[in-house]
């Protein structure tokens, strides 16, 4: 098993800056893909940014990219998300997740979510 818990959520005005953190215990944590997701009032949930198990590489949502910055501490058992030049289309419910040999399409772990609200 592996526990995942966010943090970092909140309101910020557009064009602001939040960094949500996930910290992970239990199981190998370096063992897991990581990554973001989220899911606004009315859409589907959507894979925001991932990052491999060496954090060497890293995909973005197009939405995203050039704003969002994923990063992860194998040492820490933490993966951050930098956010800047937030939008009021960026906020929505913000969940970390781990994915093993399975993908992205079904992750093996969840955490609880943290709200991220942009205001205009």
């Known amino acids: 098993q592996v526990q995942l818990v966010e943090s970092g959520g909140g309101l910020v005005q557009a064009g602001g800056s939040l960094r949500l953190s996930c910290a992970a215990s239990?199981?190998?944590?370096?063992?897991?893909?990581m990554g973001w997701f989220r899911r606004a009032p009315g859409k589907e949930r959507e894979l925001v940014t991932a990052i491999n198990w060496s954090g060497d590489t890293a995909y973005y949502a197009d939405s995203v990219k050039g704003r969002f910055t994923i990063s992860r501490d194998n040492a820490k058992n933490t993966v951050d998300l930098q956010m800047n030049s937030l939008k009021p289309e960026d906020t929505a419910l913000y969940y970390c997740?781990?994915?093993?040999?399975?993908?992205?399409?079904?992750?093996?772990?969840w955490g609880q979510g943290t709200q991220v609200t942009v205001s205009s």
């Open positions: 239990g199981r190998t944590f370096s063992g897991y893909a």
């Open positions: 997740a781990a994915a093993g040999p399975a993908g992205w399409g079904r992750p093996d772990y």
